[in-house]
């Protein structure tokens, strides 16, 4: 089964809109991470947010928070007042309690469209 | 600092040839990893250091990749014999245990291109 799981291969937003980019995950262990990365066509991969499994609260980093359900094994990134710079690839990515791999997503392209 | 710094950031090679990648991790990162990307698909694991140490190696690196990171500071990727196949973005990540969530770290990748 994939661990990590991006269901949206393509979104569209209006400038200044919010979106929000899903991710589902899949682990049984109790302790975990979850990351989202941006990767605009230039190549690198930009850390943009974590959240550990035992966060009680969801993450916010700027315009960008995650939306952590538990229960449902969701990690949806949000971000808000999207802007033209905003267009990329987003990956989320998944680390299971102390291993030293990043498990990630086939990714979701965003258009911010002016 | 810098960031994460991969050299070279293209290479074409022909089939056959060997070749090598260097990463110059964040200088006060311990930890440095070796990811494998192609087109349409999310980065996928090949190998971890732990300063020196090669701890994790994925099946995906077959014989002919070999990785080292002699000092503990700068690592190399080389694979022998490159195939067509071998052909994707090569990304490097280095991360420190100091990070609460120890995040790693990208570079920009080196795109190796096998004709």
């Known amino acids: 089964a994939q661990k990590i799981t991006q269901t949206q291969p393509g979104m569209f937003v209006q400038e200044k809109e919010a979106v929000t980019l899903d991710c589902t995950y899949d682990t049984s262990d109790p302790s975990y991470g979850l990351f989202w990365y941006k990767q605009p066509s230039s190549g690198e991969m930009i850390f943009l947010i974590y959240q550990g499994s035992y966060d009680q609260q969801n993450a916010t980093e700027g315009r960008y928070s995650l939306n952590f359900q538990k229960a449902r094994k969701s990690a949806n990134l949000v971000i808000s007042a999207s802007q033209l710079g905003d267009s990329a690839m987003y990956f989320c990515a998944m680390r299971e309690g102390l291993g030293n791999q990043f498990y990630f997503g086939t990714g979701t392209s965003l258009t911010v469209i002016p | ?115």
């Open chain 2, 1 to 115: 600092d810098t960031g994460v710094s991969q050299n070279p950031r293209h290479k074409i090679t022909k089939r056959g040839q060997n070749v090598t990648f260097r990463c110059d991790p964040i200088s006060e990162h311990n930890r440095l990893y070796w990811y494998r990307q192609t087109l349409g698909q999310g980065p996928e694991f090949l190998t971890y250091f732990q300063n020196e140490a090669q701890l994790e190696k994925s099946r995906l690196l077959s014989d002919r990749f070999s990785a080292e990171r002699p000092k503990g500071s700068f690592s190399t990727l080389e694979i022998q014999r490159t195939e067509q196949g071998d052909s994707a973005m090569y990304l490097c990540a280095s991360s420190s245990d100091r990070d609460v969530g120890v995040e790693q770290y990208f570079g920009p990748g080196t795109r190796l291109t096998v004709t």
